[in-house]
């Protein structure tokens, strides 16, 4: 690997960034992972469900490997994305399930009619409608989600971009509050703090082009000389350390 920062930032900037697989930073970035294994605890929910919709599945490399656990499938199985790119990726990988995919912008309504649903997952979703949620599931149909939590990465954000002021729009709490206002019943919520190490500073590009709400504005032009320093940084340190948050949530329509 180089180790001249403007040839790690240039493969970062090239290398494809489609879908939601992270095997480009393999050796280069660890995160760990959630003790409580979202694919293994949707399996279940999906063999008892009848109709499923995976929101913003990107290229659905979690719904595919969900569906491929399971011992049996729901009638309907349906996911949304609103980024072509990745919806085509997605509409190729849940083919052999007959499963359909549909553009949906992250903010705006789900293209399935009231009550159509028994089952909607999502794992880090950008934002949740929850009025539309509600609208979507069937009487006790239930949402199972993995959520970004407050505050994540903000190690990161902040070495790029400096202070930040604090916000409550990824908290746990008001996910449930505003869950409630539209008739969705808490069933479960878990919370975790991951540790994130980036050991290069192309991974930390790769990253950010990828998961964009870490740094809103990005682009290697804008923040380069940031980008260098934590070259330099990485390479006294040996890594840079950030720290991920995580909700599991499960709601139950009254």
């Known amino acids: 690997m180089p180790n001249d920062p403007d040839e790690l930032i240039t493969a970062a900037e090239r290398a494809p960034i489609e879908g939601w697989d992270f095997s480009w930073l393999d050796g280069r970035a660890t995160e760990e992972r959630p003790p409580w294994g979202y694919t293994r605890m949707v399996v279940p929910r999906?063999?008892?469900?009848?109709?499923?919709?995976?929101?913003?599945?990107?290229?659905?490399?979690?719904?595919?490997?969900?569906?491929?656990?399971?011992?049996?499938?729901?009638?309907?199985?349906?996911?949304?994305e609103s980024w072509a790119p990745n919806r085509a990726l997605a509409t190729e990988r849940l083919k052999r399930f007959r499963g359909t995919v549909?553009?949906?912008?992250?903010?705006?309504?789900?293209?399935?009619?009231?009550?159509?649903l028994d089952l909607v997952i999502s794992r880090h979703p950008v934002m949740t409608r929850w009025d539309e949620v509600a609208r979507v599931l069937d009487r006790d149909g239930h949402y199972f989600a993995q959520h970004v939590g407050p505050e994540t990465n903000r190690e990161l954000t902040e070495f790029v971009m400096g202070p930040q002021q604090p916000g409550?729009?990824?908290?746990?709490?008001?996910?449930?509050?505003?869950?409630?206002?539209?008739?969705?019943?808490?069933v479960d919520l878990r919370q975790v703090s991951l540790r994130v190490d980036f050991s290069d500073v192309g991974a930390v590009v790769y990253f950010l082009r990828k998961v964009i709400w870490t740094v809103p504005d990005f682009t290697v032009e804008r923040y380069r000389d940031r980008l260098v320093d934590l070259h330099a940084r990485i390479r006294d340190d040996g890594v840079f350390t950030s720290h991920a948050q995580r909700f599991l949530i499960e709601l139950r329509k009254r």
């Not at 919709?53 to 290229?59: A, R």
């Not at 549909?102 to 159509?116: E, K, R, W």
């Open 102 to 116: 549909a553009a949906a912008t992250d903010d705006g309504p789900l293209p399935f009619g009231s009550g159509a």
């Open 168 to 186: 409550d729009a990824r908290a746990p709490e008001r996910a449930v509050a505003e869950a409630a206002a539209n008739g969705l019943e808490l």
């Open 46 to 80: 999906l063999e008892r469900a009848r109709a499923v919709l995976d929101v913003q599945t990107g290229g659905a490399e979690v719904f595919a490997e969900v569906l491929d656990r399971a011992t049996q499938r729901p009638g309907t199985i349906a996911a949304t």
